[in-house]
């Protein structure tokens, strides 16, 4: 009887012991993988990319023009691709940002006019007259 007593002891140790240390693992993983810069930046380490935290909003047309961007001490920012703004949608980095669930644009044309936006009320995608206001996310690459 003690032998077993034993073992289960030892097994709910053991057991107790990875579920801290995940834990511990999964909570310091966040605060490496999204860092707030305190500059109007978030840089999400993971894929090493560099966000914009705040928004703008405008004409497909005009968001491409970013020679006079400048955020956070950098001027080499531009408008993410559509994957990008889908591994934005499903980053915990978002929660770090000022995220409005409407459409965002992306730097894919698409055919005559019009260009592809991520829509951040449900990860979806769908192409939009470029004439047309949406949110604009700038991007920039980290490393």
Request: hydrophobic share 40%; proline share 1%; net charge positive.
């Amino acid at each position: 009887m003690k032998t077993m007593y034993r073992k289960i002891f030892g097994t709910v140790t053991v057991a107790l012991t990875f579920f801290l240390v995940m834990l511990f693992i999964s909570s310091t993983s966040f605060a490496e993988q999204c860092v707030d810069n305190g500059d109007g930046t978030v840089t999400d380490n993971n894929i090493g990319l560099m966000w914009q935290q705040g928004l703008s909003a405008g004409e497909w047309t005009r968001a491409m023009h970013t020679d006079d961007i400048k955020i956070g001490g950098h001027s080499d920012w531009r408008l993410p691709s559509k994957g990008e703004l889908i591994n934005l949608y499903n980053s915990s980095c978002k929660s770090m940002m000022v995220v409005r669930n409407e459409g965002y644009w992306s730097s894919a044309p698409y055919k005559t006019a019009s260009a592809w936006v991520v829509d951040f009320s449900n990860g979806s995608m769908r192409y939009e007259m470029v004439y047309k206001y949406h949110f604009i996310r700038y991007v920039r690459n980290a490393r």
